[in-house]
């Protein structure tokens, strides 16, 4: 368990917001983990991790518009994120698509993550 005594010496540090968001998680205090990445996303609003961290869970919770923001939000701090641009391809959106090619064009990968992402990829580039 997280040592929350580290949150009342350094209260703005994302980090210790993270890992209690993840065993919240763990635990299945779904509500509790998001108030954490979005509070660690509070202070500091370019923490990858954390962007990362709640767009996964939006993901898992079927939640594809706020996974998405994520995401996006992600790539836009760090567009070479492959697990943020492999996840946004998956959403299956032509914009989604555009992002996972521009996050390959930066920092090329040797194979797809999955076969439904080289699917995806497979329908993007033939229009369907």
């Known amino acids: 368990m997280t040592d929350l005594s580290a949150i009342h010496m350094i209260p703005t540090d994302p980090h210790y917001y993270i ?15 998001i108030d954490s990445y979005r509070t660690a996303i509070f202070h500091a609003p370019r923490s990858v ?3 990362s961290a709640l767009g996964d869970l939006m993901l898992r919770l079927g939640q594809t518009e706020a996974a998405a ?14 697990s943020a641009a492999r996840n946004i391809a998956l959403l299956n959106t032509p914009g989604e698509v555009c992002l996972y090619r521009l ?16 699917r995806v990829m497979d329908d993007a580039a033939l229009g369907g």
């Open 103 to 118: 996050g390959l064009a930066l920092e090329p990968v040797s194979e797809l993550s999955s076969a439904r992402t080289a």
């Open 19 to 33: 890992a209690l968001g993840r065993e919240q998680e763990e635990a299945g205090d779904i509500d509790a983990a």
């Open 49 to 51: 991790p954390a962007l």
């Open 69 to 82: 923001r994520c995401y996006r939000l992600t790539l836009l701090i760090d567009p070479a994120c492959r």
